[in-house]
């Protein structure tokens, strides 16, 4: 069904109008054209035939040819059809005539004959005093003896119309042809746009309902091609990040129901006595362990939320980076410990002073050395090094452990996208990284990752470096805070 607000209909009348002004444009400017080179040819034709006629009857008056000869040689040479010649003398008075018998001389027209015939020259497209105003004459002199009793030769005719005619016909044709193939032509392109874009709108709805499965024909390639293939990119995104989404929910569920049923337990054994009191330190270190982890999980999904309405602030100072790595190392040795992991630092010997964000940068080094942690085997080497290069601080962690696979590497950074399914229970929420990679944006930055599996990663990122405060071992006030 046609929508009469709908493109199609947009498209013809526009198409419509371009159209119209074309032609008429087009149309004016031939028909002037045509108008004036026809008026000019049968100047130059009705000049030639006077002369003609003129040099005839000349040469009839010398001879003494008969008026039926005359008439006759007369009737020949007259040229199209519908015409009327007379021979005049020197008052208008007609001596001769050929041609169409209902066209005749009024007296009326025989003063402006007279004013012709005493100019002596010849005269084109004189009126004719008919009530229709379609005849029209031409004279021109004899030139012939002064006794010579015929003095001009005059031509009376209807107007030369039927090539003006054949032209307007034919272009009248051509445009209905024109008008009628465009209009089918543009109503089939149109039709089939306006469908490709009905499918789309379709789809759209399709999706904005959770039907993330719709997939359009991208072709031919073309802008509402490409739109196709962005509105499935999105569909497929949106399907990838729903699947994130509903997996994050399900880890999610799982990571707090499993240390809330844990300290459940722990706590209703304290309660009933049931735990013996050497061991009560070691419970309440397990019931410490399993709060630190769901404080982290918190922590996490309040930060993307703070990102995502960007309400994250960054406080930029001068800071001592490596001092800040130790401490920060320092402070997840348990984690370290429990694992049978070593850590090394390596880099510059002297410290490397950065301008940053000191909580911020410690978030982003918190989450890449706990995923090192957790994708680590029990006894494998943790590396953290800080190097100069020109004006910016390279910091990179570096792990031995199960590594990423190469289809994964641009999507790790996807919020509640895991690359190690198999391994959730270890694996985190899948926010870490989404965190990295937006607070490095914030600071103008940005994290790579060098990864093969079996060989563990390297994560990387930079920062630019600034002189040390004075004293050199000056540190930032506040502390990092983990889990």
């Known amino acids: 069904m046609i929508r009469w607000n709908g493109i199609t209909v947009k498209l013809l009348l526009a198409f419509f109008a371009v159209l119209l002004i074309s032609f008429s444009a087009t149309s004016a400017v031939s028909f002037w054209f045509v108008r004036s080179e026809l008026r000019s040819g049968n100047a130059r034709f009705e000049r030639d035939q006077l002369s003609v006629i003129a040099a005839l ?20 040479s007259m040229g199209p059809p519908g015409r009327a010649i007379f021979v005049v003398d020197g008052s208008g008075n007609v001596l001769l005539r050929a041609g169409r018998k209902d066209l005749s001389l009024l007296p009326s027209d025989r003063q402006a004959l007279r004013q012709a015939l005493d100019s002596g020259v010849q005269t084109l497209d004189g009126a004719v005093s008919e009530e229709d105003g379609s005849l029209r004459w031409s004279v021109t002199p004899i030139n012939g003896p002064d ?8 031509i009376v005719s209807g107007p030369r119309r039927q090539e003006i005619g054949i032209f307007t016909g034919l272009f009248r044709n051509i ?18 746009m306006t469908a490709r874009l009905r499918n789309m709108s379709e789809a759209a709805r ?23 293939e ?47 009191e050497e061991k009560r330190d070691a419970y309440l270190g397990l019931i410490r362990e399993q709060t630190q982890r769901m404080n982290r999980l918190v922590n996490d999904l309040l930060e993307v939320a703070r990102m995502e309405a960007g309400q994250v602030v960054l406080s930029k100072v001068p800071y001592n980076m490596t001092e800040w790595i130790r401490r920060l190392l320092a ?16 880099g510059e010997a002297e410290d490397v002073w950065v301008y940053a964000d000191p909580d911020r940068i410690d978030q982003v080094l918190s989450n890449l050395l706990l995923n090192a942690i957790q994708f680590s085997p029990d006894g ?18 570096r792990d031995y452990g199960v590594g990423i696979p190469p289809e994964d590497l641009e ?45 563990g990663s390297r994560f990387s990122f930079e920062l630019p470096v600034v002189d040390p405060k004075p004293p050199g071992r000056t540190q930032v006030s506040r502390l990092p805070k983990h889990g």
């Open 206 to 228: 399709l999706i904005a309902k959770g039907r993330f499965d719709v997939r359009l024909k991208e072709r031919p390639r073309d802008e509402i091609g490409e739109l196709a």
């Open 147 to 154: 006794d010579l009793k015929a003095k001009a030769v005059v």
């Open 331 to 346: 402070a997840l040795h348990p984690d370290f410990a429990r694992r049978k992991l070593t850590v090394e630092l390596t």
């Open 57 to 76: 009857v000349r040469t009839a008056y010398r001879e003494n040819w008969d008026d039926a000869v005359l008439r006759s040689a007369l009737q020949v």
């Open 411 to 455: 999507r790790i950074w996807q919020r509640f996208y895991k690359s190690d399914k198999a391994r959730s229970a270890r694996s985190g929420s899948g926010l870490g990284l989404s965190i990295v990679r937006n607070v490095l944006e914030q600071h103008g930055t940005r994290a790579t990752v060098e990864s093969r599996p079996g060989a």
């Open 380 to 397: 494998q080497t943790i590396e953290v090094s800080v190097e100069r290069k020109g004006k910016a601080a390279v910091v990179s962690v």
């Open 175 to 192: 445009f209905i042809s024109m008008l009628v193939t465009a209009v089918v032509i543009v109503f089939a392109v149109s039709r089939g």
């Open 230 to 276: 962005s509105l499935n990119h999105m569909s497929a995104e949106l399907a990838g990040l729903d699947r994130m989404r509903r997996e994050f929910l399900a880890n999610v569920s799982h990571d707090l129901r499993s240390p809330l049923t844990s300290i459940g337990g722990y706590v209703e054994a304290m309660i009933d006595g049931a735990i013996p």
